[in-house]
T-cell receptor, first 112, second 116 residues
Framework: GESVGLHLPTLSVQEGDNSIINCAYSNSASDYFIWYKQESGKGPQFIID?????DKRQGQRVTVLLNKTVKHLSLQIAATQPGDSAVYFC???????????FGKGTRLHILP | ETGVTQSPTHLIKTRGQQVTLRCSSQ?????VSWYQQALGQGPQFIFQYYREEENGRGNFPPRFSGLQFPNYSSELNVNALELDDSALYLCASSFFSGRTSTDTQYFGPGTRLTVL
């Protein structure tokens, strides 16, 4: 597969603004999608999930939108805070062996 | 904190050696999945263990093997280490009810393996 190397896409957002992180998934048969946050030196942390029978789900300060027509997933973070700085991964689970497939990740950088 | 623990935190090995990594799952979980995360990339699925048996495997050679114990903890073993095996190894636990699983996986902090 293609190697991303060290150059993750980066999104820079002013503190207090809303952040929108986008993801295109690969498998039209996927029926479960998850967003993970990974801080430096730590394992991925579950943020929010959504099943394919929904197109929107809200959590605390976060919203996930699912567009199955174009196989697109987005994560919206309201009132972005310095603690939101991390790499964000979308993931899908739709294969018969139930493995989770991670996307390439987006680094969120918060500007003071 | 997820309640998933891994040991050791860091490990340095030389090419050709063998390594064993350990994972304790979160209380109430019965399934453990292992992932390899190279620097700057997303985690790649290695395999999953349920009821002490392998329940799905990614694109990794047979020198990657695992075990799950009756208490649901798990080990990842890698034989004949190669330089490209240097990565963060993550385990994730979940509860599988026996039907098709869409259960959330919770990750441990990982073990950083360096192969020289």
């Amino acid at each position: 597969g293609e190697s991303v190397g060290l150059h993750l896409p980066t999104l820079s957002v002013q503190e207090g603004d809303n952040s929108i992180i986008n993801c295109a998934y690969s498998n039209s048969a996927s029926d479960y999608f998850i967003w993970y946050k990974q801080e430096s030196g730590k394992g991925p942390q579950f943020i929010i999930d959504i099943r394919s029978n929904m197109d929107k789900r809200q959590g605390q300060r976060v919203t996930v939108l699912l567009n199955k027509t174009v196989k697109h997933l987005s994560l919206q973070i309201a009132a972005t805070q310095p603690g939101d700085s991390a790499v964000y991964f979308c993931a899908e689970n739709g294969s018969r062996d139930d493995k989770i497939i991670f996307g390439k990740g987006t680094r969120l950088h918060i500007l003071p | 904190e997820t309640g998933v623990t891994q040991s050791p935190t860091h490990l340095i090995k030389t090419r050709g050696q063998q390594v064993t990594l350990r994972c304790s799952s979160q209380s109430g979980h019965n399934t453990v999945s292992w992932y390899q995360q190279a620097l700057g990339q997303g985690p790649q699925f290695i395999f999953q263990y349920y009821r002490e048996e392998e329940n799905g495997r990614g694109n990794f050679p047979p020198r990657f093997s695992g075990l799950q114990f009756p208490n649901y903890s798990s080990e990842l073993n890698v034989n004949a280490l190669e330089l490209d095996d240097s990565a963060l190894y993550l385990c994730a636990s979940s509860f599988f009810s026996g039907r098709t699983s869409t259960d959330t996986q919770y990750f441990g902090p990982g073990t950083r393996l360096t192969v020289l």
